[in-house]
C-alpha cells in the first residue's frame, strides 16, 4: 500500500496532467468546479476564498481500494490511452473512476454494466430520477447490491462510494454529489456517455462534442455568421435532429436573450418557407430544442414579448399549425416568472388574438394558412391562448370575429367544416378495444361564446350540406355521421 500523502499526489499530478494535456479544447465546467466536486481544495476566484474540503476526498476513496503500485499503474495506462481519444468528449473524472472499479473490483464494475439504467435512474425503478429512498427502508438499489455481493454493511463499501460518485442519483447527498456537467456517465439523453467510455474511442461520423462546444462559443462572441460544416447554423437545426439535440445540449444557459431570439428567428423562417401551411411544431427539428434553451434565460419582457409578436405576425398568414405550437412553446418571457403572473397580466394572449384579426381580414386569407391533416389545428389554438392551467382567462367571445369569418369561410369552401366540427363537437373514446365507438359531446361554451348568434347556421350548414361518403376512413365517415345527428337533435332542441 502506497502511503497515502504520496498516493494523493501522484494521482493528482496525473489528472492536472491529463486536464491540461490539451490546452485548446473547450471545457464545459472550469478547473476549480471540478476540483471542488471530488473535494479538493482549490481557490475559488468566484468566492475569492478556499474551498473547505470534506473528511473525505475522491483521492481518500481511490486510495482505500487499490492495493498496489502496479494495479494504479494499469489504471493511468487504460485512462491514459482512452483519454487521447476522448479528451474533450467525455467527464475525466468518470473515465479515471470507472477504470478504478473495472480494475480493483471486476465484479461491481459488471454490476453497473448490468444495472446501468437503474444506476441512471436513482433509487425508484417507477420514477425516474426522482429521489424516493426512504431511510427506515432498504432502497431499490440497495436491495440489488446487497443481493449480487450477498452484504449487509453495503453502504460502508468504497466501491460503492465510487459509483455513487458516478451515478449521484442514487446516494443520499445527491446536491453534493452532483455538479452539472453533462459529459457525465449519468447522462444519455442525445449521447450515450457509459457507452462511448466502454468503446473508449469515438464512433465514426459523430459530432464531436468539441465541434458544438466551439460553435457555442462563437455564438457568445454574436458572430451569428458561423456556420456548422459549411452550413448556416439555423439551416443545420433544420435539417439535422442530432446536431439540433447536441446543441440543446451545450448550449443550454450559455447563451444570452439577443442571440436565442436571432436564432430562433432564422429558424422559424426557414420552416415556413421549406413547408409553408404545412409547417407544425411538434416534430421538427430546431423547434423544441431552441425553446428549452430560451426558456432558461432571463429575457426582458417588453423586448421578448415585441419580437414573439412579431414572430407571431410573420406565421400567421403561412400556417396556423405552426403558430400555436408556437404560442404554446414560446409566448412566455422567461421560467423566472411569477406563479400567477398568466392571470395578472394577459395581454400577450389579447395582442396575439388582434394580430390574428388583422391577419384574418378575409376568408381566402384563413383559408390559406390550414392543413386539412389537422383538423383541431383552430380548437387547439383557441383554447392554448384562452386558457391557463385550466382557466379560462380569455372569454370565447373576444373569438367572435373568427366565429363569424368561419361562418363566412363555410359557406365558400366546405374544406373548412372539420375545423369547425371540431370546435363544437368535442370527441371522446369509449374504449381502447373497440376503435370504433366514441363518445360526442356538444362543446356549448365553444359553439356560443365563439359562434354567437351564428351557431344555427353553422349547425344547419353541417346537418344538411356535408357530403360525408367521400371521406376515405370508416371512422372518418362515422364521425360525421355524428356530427349531422348532432346538430339536428341540437337544432331541434333550439327551437323548441
Same mark, same amino acid.
Given at each position: ?21 490539451y ?55 487504460r ?10 468528449e ?12 473495472r ?19 436513482g ?34 463499501s ?54 458544438v ?8 462572441t ?8 459549411r452550413k448556416?447554423i439555423?439551416?443545420?437545426?433544420y ?10 445540449q ?5 447563451l444570452?436573450? +439577443? %442571440?436565442?431570439?436571432? /436564432?430562433s428567428?432564422? #429558424?422559424?423562417?426557414? =420552416?415556413? &418557407?421549406?413547408? *409553408? ?11 423544441m ?7 432558461g434565460?432571463?429575457h426582458?419582457?417588453?423586448e421578448?414579448?415585441n ?13 396556423i ?35 390574428a384579426?388583422?391577419?384574418?381580414d378575409?376568408p ?10 389537422y383538423?383541431t ?19 370565447? +367571445? %373576444?373569438?367572435?370575429? /373568427?366565429?363569424?369569418? #368561419?361562418?363566412?369561410? =363555410?359557406? &365558400?369552401?366546405? *374544406? ?5 366540427t ?23 361554451k ?6 354567437g348568434?351564428?351557431?344555427n ?12 361518403t ?5 371512422k372518418d365517415r ?17 327551437k323548441?
Open positions: 500500500m502506497i502511503e497515502i500523502k504520496i498516493f494523493k499526489n501522484i494521482i493528482n499530478n496525473f489528472r492536472n496532467m491529463c486536464l491540461g494535456f490546452k485548446k479544447e473547450i471545457k464545459i465546467l472550469p478547473k476549480h468546479r471540478l476540483d471542488n466536486r471530488i473535494k479538493i481544495i482549490h481557490y475559488n476566484p468566484e468566492l475569492n476564498a478556499e474551498i473547505v474540503p470534506g473528511t473525505e476526498d475522491l483521492f481518500d476513496l481511490i486510495h482505500k481500494i487499490i492495493t498496489t503500485p502496479r494495479e494504479l499503474k494499469n489504471i493511468f495506462r485512462t491514459w490511452r482512452a483519454w487521447e481519444s476522448l479528451h474533450g467525455i467527464d475525466f473524472d468518470d473515465l479515471l473512476v470507472c477504470n478504478v472499479i480494475y480493483s473490483n471486476p465484479r461491481a464494475f459488471n454490476f453497473i454494466l448490468i444495472n446501468i439504467g437503474k444506476l441512471r435512474r433509487d425508484s425503478k417507477d420514477q425516474i430520477g426522482e429521489l424516493i429512498n426512504d431511510k427506515k427502508e432498504p432502497s431499490f438499489i440497495q436491495k440489488i447490491w446487497e443481493e449480487y455481493f450477498d452484504i449487509e454493511k453495503w453502504k460502508t468504497n466501491i460503492y462510494k465510487l459509483i455513487e460518485f458516478l451515478f449521484p442519483l442514487i446516494g443520499d447527498n445527491y446536491d453534493e454529489f452532483y455538479e452539472r456537467s453533462n459529459q457525465r456517465v449519468q447522462y444519455d439523453e442525445f449521447t450515450d456517455y457509459w457507452r462511448r467510455l466502454l468503446l473508449e474511442e469515438l464512433e465514426p461520423r459523430i459530432i464531436r462534442d468539441q465541434e462546444l466551439t460553435l457555442v462559443e462563437k455564438i457568445k454574436n458572430k451569428f455568421n458561423s456556420q456548422f460544416r448556416a439555423h439551416n443545420q437545426l435539417n439535422s435532429e442530432t446536431f439540433s439535440q447536441k446543441f440543446e451545450f448550449a443550454t444557459n450559455k444570452d436573450s +439577443k %442571440q436565442i431570439r436571432l /436564432l428567428s432564422n #429558424l422559424f423562417r426557414t =420552416i415556413l &418557407k421549406s413547408e *409553408r401551411f404545412k409547417a407544425r411544431t411538434f416534430d421538427t427539428n430546431g423547434f430544442e431552441l425553446a428549452v434553451i430560451s426558456n434565460i432571463k426582458l419582457k417588453e421578448y414579448e419580437w414573439f409578436l412579431l414572430e407571431m405576425k410573420k406565421a400567421l398568414p403561412i400556417s399549425l405552426f403558430a400555436r405550437g408556437l404560442f404554446s412553446e414560446w409566448h412566455l418571457y422567461s421560467d423566472h416568472i411569477s406563479e400567477n403572473w398568466e392571470e395578472e397580466n394577459k395581454s400577450i394572449r389579447v395582442r396575439t388574438i388582434n394580430i384579426k388583422k391577419v384574418y378575409k381566402e386569407k384563413l383559408i390559406k394558412a390550414l392543413n386539412d391533416e383538423p389545428t383552430l380548437k387547439y389554438f383557441i383554447d392554448d391562448i384562452s386558457m391557463f392551467k385550466e382557466q379560462r382567462v380569455i372569454e370565447y +367571445k %373576444q373569438w367572435q370575429w /373568427l366565429g363569424k369569418l #368561419l361562418l363566412e369561410s =363555410i359557406q &365558400k369552401n366546405h *374544406r373548412i367544416t372539420p375545423f369547425v371540431n370546435l363544437i363537437f368535442d370527441i371522446i373514446s369509449q374504449s381502447p378495444r373497440k376503435p370504433y365507438k366514441y363518445k360526442i359531446s356538444y362543446n356549448e365553444h359553439a356560443n361564446g365563439i359562434f348568434d351564428g351557431i347556421n353553422i349547425l344547419e350548414i353541417i346537418s344538411n350540406s356535408y357530403n360525408y367521400t371521406y376515405n376512413t370508416e362515422q364521425f360525421m355521421e355524428y356530427y349531422i345527428k348532432k346538430s339536428n337533435d341540437i337544432l331541434k332542441q333550439l323548441t
